[in-house]
């Protein structure tokens, strides 16, 4: 070290420019991550993307012309779009006035641990239970015939609605609780002005929170919205596989293991990884016309 | 929205009381506060002078007692309807609004048309010397703007009270000083009742008119600050005021209005402040006037340090009891050396056991 001293005897040493940097012995620490990352993101996507400009017709972009000339194909696109979209806002929406309510209750601990089951129940199990639910001889249509509602059993599954309500079950506690997370993260003091200074509790959901809340609502909208459009197992479970809910997950499941054209398959994964970006980039695109600094009441 | 009365005559706390479950964090709190005013709540945390204050602005309900402002009840009015500006300690200003919208935004919330609420927020911009920042976001600014947005923003709406919860305890020294001048100016120039929530005696001290101490929920003395500087009623309260010298003495009679007091075998003058039942009695001394008397009267007491203090000397003496007492020296004294220490009659306050 003393010598490594004397022979640069001006200016700081190579350690210490990399560590002004921000670069130390712990940055070592991110090289697993980034290994991982690379391994299991970026080589497979990487490789899924090449995959899918190499079609069986040979031509570069066949897959992409097939699939945007087929109906059955380019459908799914809205299919899908159809089913995410409005499951995504309905669960925001119902996420924002329970948030408000469990922010001021004291054991949210137990609440928390309720709507976190569903998640690691997974979509499978939850559409299992769906299947008995609604069934013809589920606890909804003896109750709804019960009491009249209902002289023959309808059926809520096998369709856009099953589906639609499959996604709701196991998006909203995700949706729940990130959007708990941003309601809790603003400073209760800042309520506390607003009303001083006048503003009723409408005004104050106006002027306040809902402002300060925009940039996380986007980024829960845009989580919850990724999850929901690559909807597969409650799809083909409780929806229409063949029609109405015949989602884009779908028809790339039905290219790589029916078809066995995984270049296909690719071409899918691909496109709907572009529709998935693209309103993730247009949703946090409208965020950056609103206030996204600290919501605290600044340093203090 | 209805909005308070911007005048009134007084403002009364009828056996206000606020308990948290188990725990009462005032118990029955009465006070008369004229228009005009301008009150600090004193005490030290966990005093209740925080819940006071928010049970005033109504952010927590009272749990007995009214509010009263003349003669209409307020405790049952939701803040937004009593129409009291507030500054917190945190100063809570809206991060996401420039500095002219936040305080425009009771202005706003009132109704008031856009062209009166221009030159009322361009006059409160002025009052706390800010014009220059209107455009700014809260986070741009230094602490002590900060400080100030939220006391124009409060005073914009020219409320009937204005409450402050300890509005200068997150800003360094030199800064509260400055504050400290800022917020009595403003207080003298638009006349308006202040609540003052501290726990800082000085700062009581030089803004309130009056000074109410709090202490466990109740109110010690209410004074103004003369009075509770030279009589404080109470031990604590005196032991608030900087009478750092506490000293345990037998009473062993009156002379006049001067008590007598025995301690360790050295009998003192001084004045009664809370009568004894027995003869146990506290002597309470502030450092600056108890002195070396340079005669062989006073209270013997070794010196075990001395510090400079630019005007004179501070020194800490140990009695033969081994009692610890701050004192003011005009000349250095040796460690180690033995003087004997005395104070003006009218400088001893002596507190009887009973409390």
Not at chain 1, 30 to 36: D, E, F, K, Q
Not at chain 2, 148 to 157: D, L, Q, S
Not at chain 2, 252 to 261: F, K, N, Q, W
Request: aromatic residues 8%.
């Amino acid at each position: 070290m003393s010598a490594v001293l004397e022979g640069r005897a001006e200016g700081p040493t190579l350690r210490q420019r990399l560590a002004a940097r921000g670069i130390d012995g712990a940055t070592l620490l991110v090289l697993p991550c980034v290994a991982l990352i690379l391994g299991l993101f970026i080589y497979p996507f990487l490789y899924g993307l090449m995959l899918s400009f190499e079609p069986k017709d040979g031509s570069l972009f066949g897959n992409y012309a097939r699939f945007f000339s087929d109906p059955f194909l380019y459908g799914t696109i809205f299919k899908t779009l159809r089913l995410a979209f409005p499951v995504t806002l309905l669960n925001l929406l119902i996420a924002i006035p329970i948030a408000f309510r469990v922010r001021l209750m004291r054991r949210q601990r137990l609440l928390t641990t309720l709507l976190v089951l569903p998640i690691t129940l997974g979509t499978v199990l939850v559409a299992e239970g769906m299947l008995f639910y609604f069934g013809p001889q589920g606890w909804f249509n003896r109750a709804l015939m019960a009491v009249g509602l209902l002289s023959t059993p309808i059926s809520v599954l096998n369709g856009y609605w099953g589906v639609f309500i499959s996604l709701v079950l196991t998006g909203f506690p995700f949706t729940f609780l990130l959007t708990l997370s941003y309601v809790t993260g603003i400073d209760p003091s800042l309520e506390n002005a607003a009303a001083t200074l006048g503003a009723g509790p409408a005004a104050r959901f106006r002027e306040v929170f809902l402002p300060l809340l925009i940039p996380g609502l986007a980024i829960t909208f845009c989580l919850s919205f990724v999850q929901a459009y690559s909807v597969l197992p409650s799809a083909v479970l409780v929806g229409d596989p063949a029609g109405a809910t015949r989602v884009i997950s779908i028809a790339a499941y039905q290219a790589a293991f029916e078809e066995y054209d995984y270049s296909m398959a690719s071409a899918i994964a691909m496109i709907m990884g572009a529709v998935q970006l693209l309103v993730v980039v247009a949703v946090l695109g409208c965020r950056s016309l609103f206030y996204r600094g600290p919501a605290a009441g600044a340093k203090g | 929205m209805t909005v308070g009365a911007t005048t009134f005559k007084q403002l009364h706390l009828q056996g206000v009381r606020r308990e948290f479950d188990a725990f009462t964090a005032l118990k029955g709190l009465d006070l008369t506060i004229e228009r005009g005013e301008f009150i600090a709540l004193l005490g030290p945390s966990g005093c209740g002078k925080t819940t006071a204050l928010n049970c005033i602005a109504g952010l927590l309900p009272v749990s007995g007692g009214r509010i009263m402002l003349d003669d209409r009840r307020v405790d049952v009015l939701r803040p937004e309807e009593r129409g009291f500006g507030m500054v917190f300690q945190n100063y809570a200003l809206f991060p996401h609004m420039t500095v002219r919208k936040n305080i425009g935004f009771g202005l706003r919330m009132r109704g008031v048309p856009k062209p009166e609420l221009e030159k009322r927020v361009d006059a409160a911009l002025a009052a706390v010397r800010l014009e220059s920042q209107a455009e700014k976001l809260p986070g741009q600014l230094s602490g002590g703007q900060q400080q100030r947005v939220a006391i124009a923003r409060a005073i914009v709406v020219e409320p009937p009270l204005v409450l402050m919860d300890e509005p200068l305890s997150n800003l360094d020294a030199k800064l509260r000083l400055e504050m400290r001048q800022e917020i009595r100016r403003i207080h003298q120039s638009l006349g308006s009742t202040t609540i003052y929530v501290t726990h800082d005696q000085e700062e009581a001290l030089s803004l309130a008119d009056r000074i109410v101490v709090l202490r466990d929920g109740a109110i010690r003395q209410v004074g103004t600050p003369a009075e509770l500087y030279a009589l404080p009623a109470h031990l604590d309260v005196a032991d608030f005021m900087g009478f750092r010298n506490r000293v345990n003495g037998e009473l062993v009679g009156m002379e006049g209005e001067d008590a007598l007091l025995n301690i360790e075998g050295t009998v003192i003058r001084g004045r009664m402040r809370a009568a004894s039942a027995g003869k146990a009695a506290v002597a309470a001394i502030r450092p600056d006037d108890l002195e070396p008397t340079g005669t062989d009267s006073g209270i013997p007491v070794r010196v075990e340090a001395v510090e400079y203090r630019g005007r004179g000397f501070h020194g800490v003496g140990v009695t033969a009891s081994g009692t610890e007492l701050h004192f003011a020296s005009p000349y250095p004294l040796q460690r180690g050396a033995a003087v004997r220490l005395g104070a003006d009659a009218g400088r001893v306050l002596v507190f009887g056991d009973a409390r």
